[in-house]
């Protein structure tokens, strides 16, 4: 019985995510897998990925891994992180191209030029560090995470969702933006939760006991 | 808002960690895997490795310390030193770094730092620009500062930012170990010609230069060794310190 499957589809080290489960989860076992059987036959599913985004949509498909990514996404305890999150869009400007539509919605690119902070130093893109995410709503995710507790982003891009009911978080830079969204059993993410310390490994451990149910 | 990062640095050789005077003049200051727990705790943001072993027997000895930190430590990681070709880049990947800094390497082959963008993204490619004030401007130095290359600094930003490069690593050569504070106008420099985050590091001695690294310098993390090495600042003062001086940091 697999507990947790980290799809693999050849973008970005899958390593740290795998380790960083394996170190709030002892008990279960984690595999690192681009079988979609596997995919099926696991109790709950993470979706990573890095990278530019044509290369994952790309790397997913020739690995026969979108229907299995699909099926799992309209079922399971699924979470998706960084890639992970904005290849559920309906479509993003990086490479104009199109994601797996599961999620109404685009990804739009930071607008380098023109981004500022209050005292008028440049905004960098990527988007890097630890930033504050403010919760939108209860969850059973953010439980035990303070309100605006920070986590560790690394992106250029960041999604728009059609539907602002489905906003799970936010994080300012400098303008808000949409970093978490839930949807009955899918809850995806922006930042690093396997990179963010103390609250990324509750938000993970919350995961591992997640059953599923958003609202 | 976004906090601006301090990441302490490791300069990794044989096994251990040390410490040098302008990359010369090396002193021991302990093991890698428990100094890199003992920030994390403290706070740090990120940590930062620079395999500087000579010998290549012992070069695989930093892949074993990686795989040790990322199983006990969960915030990113750079490791540096001694990446040549795309398999390097892999390789550390795959012990559990987050990010690959490139120096020599992508001076000797700037095609490298394309080709490792591209396969791997942007995020985890870190350039690393080791500059010497030359007369007027500022010249990038390779082979741990040895080595004049003839190359403008502020140039060079901009060519490894275009080829795919997510983040630099600007270290002042002059400033390097003489904890008199980074070099400043350099720092700016950069970060001024640049879109992607800047790290200034080189030449901290005490936690004023923290604040100027950031408020002049125009950094967006700073990087230090030796202040906090040998116990006399941890990371979480010079945060607090950050802080009474109006910069976001993560408390």
């Known amino acids: 019985m697999i507990d947790i499957a980290v799809v693999d589809y050849g973008m970005g080290n899958l390593r740290s995510v795998a380790k960083a489960l394996e170190h709030v989860a002892p008990d279960h076992r984690v595999v690192v897998t681009s079988d979609p059987a596997e995919i099926e036959a696991a109790g709950r599913v993470v979706f990573p990925g890095q990278g530019a985004m044509p290369d994952c949509v790309r790397e997913l498909d020739a690995r026969g891994l979108r229907e299995a990514v699909i099926a799992a996404a309209a079922d399971k305890p699924f979470l998706g992180i960084c890639i992970g999150l904005q290849l559920l869009f309906e479509h993003s400007e990086e490479g104009d191209v199109a994601g797996l539509g599961i999620i109404p919605g685009q990804v739009k690119r930071f607008a380098a030029a023109d981004m500022h902070d209050a005292v008028g130093s440049k905004l960098k893109v990527p988007h890097m560090g630890w930033n504050q995410v403010y919760q939108s709503g209860k969850h059973p995710l953010w439980a035990g995470i303070e309100q605006g507790a920070r986590f560790y982003y690394v992106h250029s891009y960041y999604v728009q969702p059609q539907d602002a009911a489905i906003e799970a978080g936010y994080s300012e830079y400098p303008a808000r933006f949409t970093s978490c969204v839930a949807r009955n059993n899918i809850f995806a993410v922006q930042f690093h939760p396997e990179k963010s310390q103390h609250d990324g490994l509750q938000l993970l451990a919350n995961f591992v006991r997640w059953n599923g149910v958003s609202n | ?251």
């Open chain 2, 1 to 251: 808002m976004l906090a601006k990062r301090i990441i302490p640095c490791l300069d990794v050789t044989d096994g251990r960690v040390v410490k040098g005077v302008n990359f010369l003049e090396l002193r021991d200051a302990g093991d890698p895997v428990e100094i890199a727990k003992r920030y994390d705790d403290q706070g740090a943001d990120e940590l930062t490795f620079l395999d500087i072993t000579a010998s290549s027997d012992n070069r695989g000895l930093i892949l074993g310390i990686i795989e040790q930190v990322a199983s006990q430590v969960f915030i990113p990681l750079t490791v540096g030193g001694g990446v040549r070709e795309v398999d390097d880049v892999r390789r550390l990947l795959n012990a559990g770094a987050d990010k690959v800094s490139i120096n020599t390497s992508a001076v000797l082959n700037p095609q490298l730092v394309a080709d490792a963008a591209g396969r791997f993204g942007s995020q985890c490619i870190v350039v690393a620009i080791d500059a010497k004030q030359v007369g007027d401007h500022w010249e990038v130095f390779t082979h741990g500062g040895r080595k004049a290359t003839g190359i403008n600094a502020v140039d060079w930003a901009r060519k490894m930012v275009a080829l795919g490069a997510g983040e630099l690593l600007v270290t002042s050569m002059d400033r390097d170990g003489t904890r008199v504070g980074f070099n400043l106008p350099l720092n700016r420099a950069i970060s001024d010609a640049v879109d992607v985050p800047i790290i200034a590091s080189g030449g901290v001695g005490n936690l004023m230069h923290l604040v100027e690294g950031v408020k002049e310098g125009g950094a967006d993390a700073v990087l230090a060794a030796s202040i906090f090495h040998y116990g006399e600042f941890t990371v979480r003062q010079a945060k607090e310190y950050m802080r009474e001086h109006d910069i976001e940091v993560r408390l």
